[in-house]
T-cell receptor, first 109, second 115 residues
Framework: AQRVTQPEKLLSVFKGAPVELKCNYS??????LFWYVQYSRQRLQLLLR??SRESIKGFTADLNKGETSFHLKKPFAQEEDSAMYYCALSGLFGNDMRFGAGTRLTVKP | GAVVSQHPSRVICKSGTSVKIECRSL??????MFWYRQFPKQSLMLMATSNEGSKATYEQGVEKDKFLINHASLTLSTLTVTSAHPEDSSFYICSAVRDRVAEQYFGPGTRLTVT
């Protein structure tokens, strides 16, 4: 069964500290993995996807097929990173879409 | 960019009435649109996947006769909540996928309150 697990509902770090938001998945096949972010009072938007291998706003995520993980990392968190982060997967053509429960990141000054 | 709009942004209706929510892709053709429901402080729950010109695929536990989805064109999908009840009150979000790009573009959501 397709499933995305984000074990942490809440994560709080101080500004300048490293941050890692965990995501594990299960999928029969080759999924596409995404991180979406929702800032306060804004709509969900794509942060990054594994196939693009980009670093967006200093965030990176590496797909580890052996561990079926797609953790989101940033070496130095900023206050403006405070938001709700969702890990998601889909099939190659956007099917089988599943979202994790989300992690609320708070970056304290 | 790829912009998705939803209308209305907020709606209040009486129990037993039906409400239609529109989702439009403004600057691209959406081969697939998704409808989600989000409860307060919870994640998005996929309700159904809608492909243009065909019947929507509903997730397990979602009543297709209650949540009618019509994807009449490549830029418009509608969700009709029929015979609404207070427990249908929620935040409904749509998203759209462009061609075979799996990235989803989200609408701003519609807050439905059933009194």
């Amino acid at each position: 069964a397709q499933r995305v697990t984000q074990p942490e509902k809440l994560l709080s770090v101080f500004k300048g500290a490293p941050v890692e938001l965990k995501c594990n998945y299960s999928y029969s096949g080759s999924p596409e993995l995404f991180w979406y972010v929702q800032y306060s009072r804004q709509r969900l938007q794509l942060l990054l996807r594994h196939i693009s291998r980009e670093s967006i706003k200093g965030f990176t995520a590496d797909l580890n097929k052996g561990e079926t993980s797609f953790h989101l990392k940033k070496p130095f968190a900023q206050e403006e990173d405070s938001a709700m982060y969702y890990c998601a997967l889909s099939g190659l053509f956007g099917n089988d879409m599943r979202f994790g429960a989300g992690t609320r990141l708070t970056v304290k000054p | 960019g790829a912009v998705v709009s939803q209308h209305p942004s907020r709606v209040i209706c009486k129990s037993g009435t039906s409400v239609k929510i529109e989702c439009r892709s403004l600057d691209f053709q959406a081969t697939t649109m998704f409808w989600y429901r989000q409860f307060p402080k919870q994640s998005l729950m996929l309700m159904a996947t809608s492909n243009e010109g065909s019947k929507a695929t509903y997730e397990q536990g979602v009543e297709k006769d209650k949540f009618l989805i019509n994807h009449a064109s490549l830029t418009l999908s509608t969700l009709t909540v029929t015979s609404a009840h207070p427990e249908d009150s929620s935040f409904y979000i749509c998203s759209a996928v462009r061609d075979r790009v799996a990235e989803q573009y989200f609408g701003p959501g519609t807050r439905l309150t059933v009194t």
